[in-house]
């Protein structure tokens, strides 16, 4: 069912056409149905095949012609003739636009698939560079935090390499001093044998006194050879230097203690 403005616009695209047409119309039909009137008389010699050699009073009778070629037992068709031919003209114009409509619509949607299409290529590959970016953001933090730490480490090892120097200077120190008194000590006690035979009874009595003031002052029989720290006394013999919890010369507290090989 169309509608009246779809018929007003078919009538008035396809009226001037028809206005055209209605001779050749008229003609086609004419020559197939049978016709009344002046027409039954008419010779073949009168056709339309030899219309243009008529002499000018004859050319009326074509017009006549067609204003009867739509008369059938007495009816007038040309009316509903061009009624039809204006609705036919109108179907295919509804036609035309329906599928140029249809057209226009295929097209958005191809396009709305290519874009959608596009924008979904596009947002993987941002949320793939997103992604790689994250994770090389976290690698570069991680290393950062690495390279700090290897920093404070490193800091560490020199500031303990600083300290064992220290004690390392400190130790062969007190080793050089134990050195030095036990080279005294034993300097004077060849000068104690030397005093010992020049004299008789006092002489042994004297050797005795510097050996027990140089021996071990926990058993006194041995000769010192572990130096006592903080204090730094070369006053215990091996065996009894790890039993040695308190200086015997100053009573200071042992915190550590160094064996040193007189041979």
Not at 38 to 62: C, D, Q, V, W, Y
Not at 87 to 107: A, F, P, T
Not at 235 to 248: D, M, N, Q, R, S
Request: glycine share 4%; proline share 3%; with cysteine.
């Amino acid at each position: 069912m169309k509608r009246p403005a779809d018929r007003i616009f078919c009538s008035e695209a396809v009226g001037g056409v028809h206005q055209d047409q209605s001779a050749i119309y008229n003609m086609q039909l004419g020559f197939a149905a049978p016709t009344a009137g002046p027409l039954a008389a008419a010779s073949t010699s009168e056709s339309s095949l030899t219309f243009n050699n008529l002499p000018a009073g004859s050319r009326k009778r074509p017009r006549e012609f067609s204003e009867h070629a739509l008369s059938f037992l007495g009816e007038d068709f040309s009316a509903l003739v061009q009624q039809q031919m204006l609705h036919v003209d109108c179907l295919v114009l509804h036609h035309v636009e329906k599928v140029r409509m249809e057209s226009v619509e295929r097209l958005k949607r191809f396009l709305r698939r290519v874009l959608a299409t596009v924008e979904e290529g596009v947002s993987k590959r941002l949320r793939a560079k997103e992604e790689e970016m994250e994770r090389l953001k976290n690698l570069n933090w991680a290393l950062e935090e690495r390279i700090r730490g290897l920093c404070v480490e490193n800091q560490m090892w020199r500031e303990l390499a600083r300290s064992n120097e220290a004690a390392t200077h400190a130790l062969r120190a007190n080793l050089d001093r134990a050195l030095a008194a036990a080279a005294e000590a034993e300097a004077k006690a060849e000068a104690a044998v030397d005093d010992a035979e020049s004299c008789c009874c006092g002489g042994v009595d004297n050797a005795e006194a510097e050996r027990k003031r140089v021996a071990c002052r926990l058993c006194g029989e041995k000769q010192p050879a572990v130096l006592l720290l903080p204090c730094r006394h070369l006053c215990v013999c091996a065996a009894c230097g790890p039993a040695v919890a308190v200086c015997p010369v100053c009573d200071c507290d042992k915190s550590g203690s160094i064996l040193i090989n007189m041979s």
